[in-house]
């Protein structure tokens, strides 16, 4: 017997059964000839047989033969873990989706095509535009997403501790990866760079946490925004070939004053000053700061200690 | 195609049952282009492998049907595989955050197919999982990437007004559009630049204006080389520059050709300086904690006191 017609065979045997059946039931089931008559080459051939089936996602669950004592291992496919319950796609929402798919690719993730599940993939009569974008998605990151997707704590070391994490949220932003949780201990809200995990993340059990009602969400705000230093709002002069994406980044709630030359006054938040003389250096001799005082002076005093 | 394996074969089969028991008699081809599946291998699954699928004990009355006629092909008795095989917590929602990074710059008129099917998709999450895994590409500011991403397939000319960071000025340009792509979240267009006159590559949120000309252009030039990184391999002028703990970020942040660690956790890094304005951006930041200690002619600290002295001329010093 081929091994495709094995494969099919033993799913159905699975899919069919309503009680978990042994690996003898299932190779007495499967059809004869299908294993060999070797008792231990049949086991071998079973193992990798359901490891592939594992593999592919298909929902085998392992649960002890009713009456048997010691227990026995026995396998199913429960038709409730197996079935979608997605409603179909129509031919266009299929085709958007998967020039959505086409567009943004998950750099390195593994080429296993759900689209064939969703009902195949169609031709589409579209320009052929290259990917927008490649997101990078290495070994931590498909960890992580499974992890969050089906509410697994995960363990990984960060910054030289080991830390154990209920992943609410992965993002990625701004060319990173960032995952917020519930860090177990010390307790607290924290958020990670995905890039800065040493080693292997490990993820325990499915539904090894109830997602809250409020969950820990990534924050990537400019890093002079947070800080220890005490909050000022700094007023900037920012010369007209900087004002458009100053405008844009701020938002026009931001402008506080516009002048006649084509420059605009604009406030902003402080709690790390540092940071924010970072920011406002790069645009060179483009943006002043008007005030307060003490953010201006800081800034002359870093200057002239550098001219 | 290469011949697919025995697993290939039953990850395509599985999807083939259900979408065929749904439907009365779909044709081949149409399978052999949705599924990719080449027609001589479907063929043979259909008829000398699915048709002896079944339960035990295998007698007719436990075999799934197959039949194919006229190109055609019916698929009955199939009970266990009427539904397709459930989608992976995790594929469905890496499928729906790539859906929605596209979603968040796809101009309204044509967002109808992808939002239905979004909405699907989010119909088998669990709650809360909608929002648990998000891809933002860079600023959604929809306008001018409509306007950008019309012009590249359309192959139109745009009129835009673009400050260059590197030499930190700002002007007018006409530009042939050939890529629309997101890179470490910052949207980019790559294109043939008319006062340049060769390839650039320009970041979106930093044309303050743009709007489509009457002009068309032909593909790009394939011979023209676009240079959308900063080159490391010395054709660019480079400064050493020993980096205090603090200052380490600059390794993470920017190419370099080369990175040693030295004593009390400095580190000595090479940096390409692509622009004068970008090396004095960058030694005014870092301040003390960044010190040249190799330069060519007129790239050492004195770029650095020359900005400085520039700023502070700004305020009054």
New interface residues.
């Given amino acids: 017997m ?4 094995r ?3 033993l ?3 699975m ?2 059964t309503e009680r978990p059946l042994s690996r003898q039931e299932l190779r ?2 499967v ?1 004869a000839g299908a294993y060999s008559d070797n008792d231990e080459s049949f086991r071998r051939t079973f193992e990798r047989d359901k490891e ?1 089936l594992r593999s ?4 085998l669950s392992l649960e002890p033969v009713p009456g048997t004592d010691p227990p026995v291992d026995g396998y199913r496919i429960r ?1 409730g ?10 031919p ?6 998967h ?3 086409n ?4 750099r390195d ?1 593994p080429r ?1 095509d ?1 689209f ?8 589409v009569d579209s ?1 052929d ?5 490649e ?1 990078p ?1 290495g070994e931590a990151v ?1 960890q992580l ?2 992890a ?4 697994r704590i995960v363990t990984f070391e960060y910054n030289g501790r080991n830390r154990t994490v209920e992943p ?9 990866w960032y995952l917020a949780g519930h860090d177990q201990g010390p307790a607290g809200s924290r958020q990670f760079r995905v890039d800065r995990i040493d080693g292997s993340v490990v993820a325990g059990e499915a539904d090894g946490f109830a ?1 809250p ?1 409020d ?1 820990v969400e ?1 924050n990537v705000q400019p890093a002079w925004r947070y800080g220890e230093d005490q909050l000022l709002l700094a007023r900037l002069l920012v010369h ?6 100053m405008v ?2 701020l938002g026009e709630e931001a402008v506080l004053d516009r002048m006649e030359e084509g420059s605009v006054i604009v406030g902003e938040s402080v709690r790390n000053r540092a940071a924010f ?2 920011f406002v ?2 645009f ?3 943006v ?1 700061i008007l005030g307060p005082e003490e953010l ?1 002076s800081d ?2 005093q ?6 | 195609m290469t011949i697919l394996t ?2 290939e ?8 049952i259900p ?1 065929v028991v ?1 439907r009365d008699g779909p044709l081949i081809d149409e ?1 052999v ?4 599946y080449r027609r001589s291998e479907l063929l043979e ?1 259909l008829e000398h ?2 048709f ?5 004990p ?1 007698t007719p009355d436990c075999l799934i049907d197959v039949s194919v006629a006229e190109g055609r092909v019916w698929i009955r008795y199939a009970d ?16 729906y ?3 929605r ?3 968040a ?1 796809t101009d309204d008129d044509e967002l ?3 939002e ?3 909405t ?2 989010a ?2 999450m ?4 909608d ?7 860079g ?1 959604d ?1 929809t306008h001018m990437i409509d306007i950008i ?1 019309a012009a ?2 359309d192959r139109v000319s745009v009129d835009i ?1 673009y ?1 260059s960071y590197g030499r ?3 002007g007018a340009r006409l530009v042939d559009p050939y ?8 949207w980019y267009v790559t294109g043939h630049c008319h006062e340049a006159g060769s390839q650039r590559v320009f970041r979106l ?2 044309i ?2 743009c709007e489509p000309t009457s002009l068309t252009f032909d593909g790009p030039d394939a011979a023209e080389e676009v240079v959308d990184h900063i080159p490391t391999d010395g054709r660019l002028p480079e400064v050493v520059v020993e980096l205090a703990t603090e200052a380490r970020w600059v390794v993470e942040e920017y190419p370099h050709s080369g990175v040693e660690e030295i004593s009390g956790g400095k580190v000595r890094v090479c940096l390409p300086v692509s622009s004068p ?1 970008w090396l ?2 960058l ?3 870092l ?2 904690t960044g010190v040249v200690v190799e330069a060519p002619e007129g790239l050492g600290i004195e770029v ?2 020359a ?9 009054g ?1």
């Fill in positions: 081929k091994k495709l017609e494969m099919l065979n799913v159905t045997a899919l069919a007495y089931r059809g592939e592919m996602g298909l929902p038709p873990d197996y079935e979608t319950d997605l409603p179909s796609l129509t266009d929402e299929l085709a958007a989706l020039l959505a798919s567009l943004v690719r998950l993730a296993s759900p064939w599940r969703l009902g195949g993939i169609l031709q320009p535009v290259g990917a927008v974008a997101v998605a498909r997403m499974t969050t997707a089906e509410r609410h949220s992965l993002v990625f932003t701004r060319g990173r997602r009602g969950p990534v007209e070939r900087h004002v458009p994406w844009d980044f003389r970072s250096l790069t060179l001799d483009g002043e201006r800034m002359v870093w200057l002239e200690a550098l001219r | 025995a697993l074969r039953l990850r395509r089969l599985l999807a083939v979408w749904e399978i282009e949705r599924f990719d699954d492998v699915l002896f699928v079944g339960v035990h295998f266990w595989f009427r539904r397709p095989m459930r989608l992976g917590a995790a594929e469905t929602i890496a499928l955050a790539a859906g990074s596209v979603a710059i109808g197919p992808l239905r099917a979004l699907k998709l119909s088998g669990a709650p809360g999982d929002r648990a895994v998000e891809v933002c590409l600023p500011s991403r590249v397939t007004d400050y930190d000025v700002a890529r629309f792509y997101a890179d470490k979240g910052h949120d930093r303050s204006r304005q004095e951006r030694l005014l930041r301040g003390p650095r006191s900005a400085a002295r520039r700023i502070l001329a700004v305020y010093v």
